[in-house]
């Protein structure tokens, strides 16, 4: 799995290519981390999942965790075009209404 990362005009984009899961889970948990570190804190972090083509529950855990940290600093962790197996994941576990998903255009404008 690769992240990319970049901004939009509400806050860090990070663009995430391949596989979620157990090995590649801590590399998501670290850009999660610094996109959520920024301070002052963005209004929204939007992770764009059009190019994950599967996640498991490390994943899963990775989501819900950073989710946890961006509420705490009243940041917004939206979810841009999850593919169907990501999409069935969130489904199947009951945590889809959990992360909004972004009508906006996920692609960033500017690499870091």
């Known amino acids: 799995m690769t992240v990319t990362t970049g901004d939009n005009w509400a806050g860090p984009?990070?663009?995430c290519t391949g596989?979620?899961?157990i090995h590649t889970a801590p590399?998501?948990?670290h850009h999660?981390?610094?996109?959520?570190?920024?301070r002052p804190a963005p209004a929204?972090?939007?992770?764009d999942l059009q190019d994950?083509?599967?996640m498991d529950s490390s994943g899963l855990n990775s989501l819900l965790t950073a989710r946890l940290e961006a509420n705490r600093h009243g940041t917004l962790l939206a979810l841009?075009?999850?593919g169907q197996q990501v999409a069935r994941l969130l489904q199947t576990t009951g945590t889809a209404s959990?992360?909004?998903l972004s009508p906006l255009p996920p692609r960033p404008q500017l690499p870091r």
């Open 13 to 15: 984009v990070l663009l």
């Open 52 to 54: 994950v083509f599967f």
């Open 98 to 100: 959990l992360f909004p």
């Open 80 to 82: 841009a075009h999850p």
């Open 32 to 38: 999660l981390r610094r996109a959520l570190a920024i």
């Open 44 to 47: 929204v972090v939007l992770l």
């Open 19 to 21: 596989e979620i899961d």
């Open 27 to 29: 590399r998501l948990e």
